[in-house]
């Protein structure tokens, strides 16, 4: 059975840090690219970072780049996303995301995990 658990939102002050975890099991974590996506209220689900299987290449939105980073540790199966200098403009769902690129294609979705920026 796939599952992706992310934990680490919260409500934290404009400025503030938070580091998202998610927790991978049921699939083969180490040949999957790994993304965090949010999505804020009214606004479309948009990709924040990426990272891939070897976790040797990342990417970033360039609202978040410089503030946000991706890390994974295929030994234990998670992803993170450390987050700093937080921004009310952050404040979303955060979606982690599992995607097998190959001649069989995958894709899995967590539950999501609420971060709100706010004084």
Known sequence: ?????ESGGGLVQPGGSLVLSCAASGFTFSV???MWHRQAPGKERELVAAITSSGGSTNY??????????????????????????????????YCNAVLYSATYRNYWGQGTQVTVSS
């Open 1 to 5: 059975q796939v599952q992706l658990v």
């Open 32 to 34: 999957y690219t790994m």
């Open 61 to 94: 939105d360039g609202s978040v780049k410089g503030r946000f980073t991706i890390s994974r540790d295929n030994a234990k199966n998670m992803v993170y996303l450390q987050m700093n200098s937080l921004k009310p403009d952050d404040t979303a769902v955060y």
